[in-house]
């Protein structure tokens, strides 16, 4: 398996595609304007608007046009020690080695530990979704490159990919001789092997975020944004980078450099795999994403084998149904056919729901198969291709209809792409002018063009095609006709009838 990272970055927003042995199986957009946008992992100095005793939750103003929402479960069991920290803060130096607080009750009430105008600090656990607002906890927790901190905790846990018990113990031992009073620490699946010193600057780096985050809420007028978390490049690169990381490409030389910097501190060993993309061409369409874009995010999305699948979208749920389409299986077979359609479109789930990013409830309607072992076998190779996925999930085996039905953790809002391009000339209403008229208004504009020699011409892919066909194609007797040679690029970006015009010093003409 390798791994590789495209970045796309532009002046409004940076797009992020992770790639699985060339397949594209996540898409992230961040937009550049860092101060209006909200994400998972934000912690702000809120303040409360009002509690809601019917719902037992309060709501919160971070800032956003919809107030975050706080159940009383979000609260955590030391809430109460939490408190104590931001009182200690506000009125003096941070201090977090007081005796913990005792624990709030399970099944209290949130008038009891929260009251309307009160400053705390809180965490995004989930981006606002439709018209709802984010949603928060207080029981604040900091990620980093092998550990995670959990505050006023004394528990030390380790992930459950670790599969070496031998090295657990190893690793729970070096944790508890280094971790702080009142701090718990989750250990993560990359600190396998890892040595003391490393794991201990990790933690140090978490404590000083930690105290940092009390310090600039002291003089803060709520809402305010305290901590943000780093941009999602460099949060992939924090949770994934491995052995598998083939590379990391970037068009941008400041985020290159950026890049660079901040793996050079988390694993100096990788710092080669980061490439800068130098060439003229959009780095999305050199390394085919926007075509494994355009073929993921419609209603209907292909399989290499012949079936498709067609994805339908309600407020609260999702379908999938799979299709055998026009593929060829062997004769007289139809429930080995329906079992091959049936592994192929699993697989194919698995990699759409990461890539959308899409949670709560997917109802995915399978090829009947009347074969329990064939269900069974369905179920478990469904349940194999998503163990790699980030988000929380689960999967119930197949109903008597063929249904599975999948829950997924839904923390941001599905990542939706257009794939439907939009006529540039009629705007969606069914007439445009004739293709042949494209011919006469680029050959008015070469004729109006500098005197540079030098002329590049952009046009959709079937329009360069058209210019370059055959021996004395149009191409060559513009040659002819202008005494310059046109360089003609396809773009899949640009439309059927829209093209442009550049200089050999890239600067637009047309």
């Not at 309060?58 to 931001?86: C, I, P, Q, R």
């Not at 793996?263 to 999305?284: E, Y």
């Not at 055998?324 to 139809?334: I, L, P």
């Not at 998503?386 to 599975?404: E, Q, T």
Request: hydrophobic share 40%.
């Amino acid at each position: 398996m390798s791994l590789d990272l495209i970045i796309s970055s532009k002046p409004e927003e940076v797009v992020i595609a992770l790639l699985k042995d060339k397949n594209l199986i996540e898409v992230h957009t961040e937009s550049q304007e860092e101060n209006n946008t909200i994400s998972a992992g934000d912690i702000f100095l809120g303040k409360v608007k009002r509690t809601n005793p019917g719902l037992n939750s309060a709501f919160v103003n971070v800032g956003y046009e919809k107030d975050a929402f706080l159940h009383y479960s979000d609260l955590g069991a030391n809430y109460k020690s939490f408190e104590k920290a931001a009182k200690i803060a506000f009125n003096a130096k941070p201090r977090f080695d007081f005796p913990l607080e005792k624990e709030i009750d399970k099944h209290g009430k949130i008038k009891d530990c929260v009251s309307s105008n009160q400053k705390m600090l809180v965490q995004i656990t989930k981006e606002p979704i439709s018209s709802k607002g984010p949603k928060i906890t207080t029981e604040i927790t900091l990620p980093g490159r092998y550990l995670v901190l959990i505050p006023f905790s004394d528990k030390v846990s380790v992930s459950q990919k670790i599969d070496d018990q031998e090295e657990k113990n190893r690793l729970v031992r070096l944790i508890e001789s280094i971790r702080p009073k009142n701090f718990g620490v989750i250990i993560r699946t990359v600190a396998q092997t890892r040595k003391v010193a490393e794991l201990n600057e990790d933690l140090q780096e978490l404590i000083d975020k930690w105290e940092s985050i009390y310090v600039k809420a002291k003089d803060v007028i709520p809402p305010k944004k305290i901590l943000g978390e780093i941009n999602k490049a460099s949060a992939i690169v924090r949770d994934l980078l491995n052995e598998d990381f083939n590379s990391i490409i970037v068009n941008d030389s400041v985020m290159y450099v950026q890049l660079k910097e901040y793996i050079s501190k988390i694993a100096p060993d990788k710092t080669k795999i980061i490439k800068l993309h130098k060439g003229n061409s959009d780095v999305f369409q050199h390394y085919g994403i926007h075509k494994q874009i355009k073929a993921s995010f419609g209603r209907k999305v292909d399989m290499p084998n012949g079936g498709y699948l067609i994805i339908d979208h309600a407020e609260a749920m999702h379908v999938i149904d799979v299709n055998s389409g026009n593929r060829k299986g062997k004769e007289n077979d139809a429930e080995a056919n329906a079992l091959q359609v049936n592994l192929d479109a699993a697989e194919q789930v698995a990699r759409v729901l990461r890539l959308r990013d899409m949670g709560g409830i997917i109802a995915v309607d399978f090829i009947d198969m009347y074969k329990k072992e064939n269900n069974q076998k369905l179920y478990k190779f469904l349940k194999e291709k998503m163990s790699s996925d980030r988000a929380k999930h689960n999967l119930i085996p197949p109903s008597k209809f063929g249904v599975i039905e999948i829950t997924r953790q839904r923390l941001r809002p599905e990542t939706s792409i257009e794939t439907a391009e939009k006529c540039p000339t009629c705007h969606g209403t069914g007439e445009v002018q004739a293709a042949i008229l494209i011919t006469d208004q680029i050959k008015h504009a070469i004729e109006h063009a500098d005197k540079s020699k030098g002329l590049i011409l952009q046009v959709h892919p079937f329009i360069e095609a058209y210019f370059k066909k055959g021996l004395i194609s149009r191409q060559v007797k513009w040659f002819f006709k202008f005494k310059k040679w046109i360089k003609i690029e396809g773009k899949t970006s640009k439309h059927l009838l829209f093209f442009k015009l550049l200089n050999n010093k890239k600067e637009e003409l047309i």
